[in-house]
């Protein structure tokens, strides 16, 4: 009976033990300096899911967002990533940014305007003194125009120096 009861100790007792943040992130910086994402990414995750309200867990969503977005390019899961961070972290000095690149991924490179307007007019609500809010304001005014569509308006709003500047020059010598 003894054995029974020892038995069940240690096992509860393995069973218990979940690995620390820091142990998480070690092999996730392992398998990022191997390029293995997938395998980062899966580490982050399941110290997110082990430790939800560890400061790392706001790091390691971060960070999975950031492999998706630059490493993977999976722009959806990115985009998909940054939003949920920004939601679950709105206190976090980098949700303002997180909320900003959900709406340039719609845009840029989903071409999904609704979720790309969507993310700045959020973004503007919950920042709108943000360093970045006159660039969620333009963003949102030009959502799902062409760069060329953009050029004529940008050189006609420039300041009389800087426009005179863009305009060519005659090779004539006077």
């Known amino acids: ?3 029974f009861f020892a038995v069940l100790s240690f096992t509860l007792l393995l069973v218990g033990c979940k690995p620390k943040p820091e142990d998480y992130v ?3 910086t392992v398998h990022i300096n191997e390029r293995n994402f997938a395998l980062a990414i899966e580490e982050f995750q399941k110290l997110i899911a082990d430790h939800p309200d560890s400061p790392q867990a706001e790091h ?4 999975i967002a950031s492999l998706q977005h ?3 390019r ?3 899961k990115a985009a998909e990533t940054y939003k949920s961070f920004a939601e679950k972290y709105p206190k976090n000095e980098r949700a303002p940014t997180a909320l900003f690149l959900t709406g340039f991924l ?3 490179e989903l071409k999904d305007l609704e979720n790309a307007k969507n993310a700045y007019e959020s973004f503007l609500a919950a920042y709108p003194n943000h360093e ?3 660039d969620a304001q333009f963003e949102l005014k030009n959502l799902g125009k062409k760069p060329e569509e953009l050029l004529p308006p940008l050189q006609q709003e420039a300041p009389p120096a800087v426009a005179a500047s863009a305009k060519p020059k005659s090779s004539k010598k006077h």
Do not use: I
Not at 60 to 63: C, G, K, Q, V
């Open 132 to 134: 970045m809010a006159d």
């Open 60 to 63: 390691a969503m971060f960070t």
């Open 106 to 108: 719609c845009n840029e």
């Open 70 to 72: 630059n490493e993977m």
């Open 26 to 28: 070690g092999k996730a």
């Open 74 to 76: 999976d722009f959806r």
């Open 1 to 3: 009976m003894k054995l």
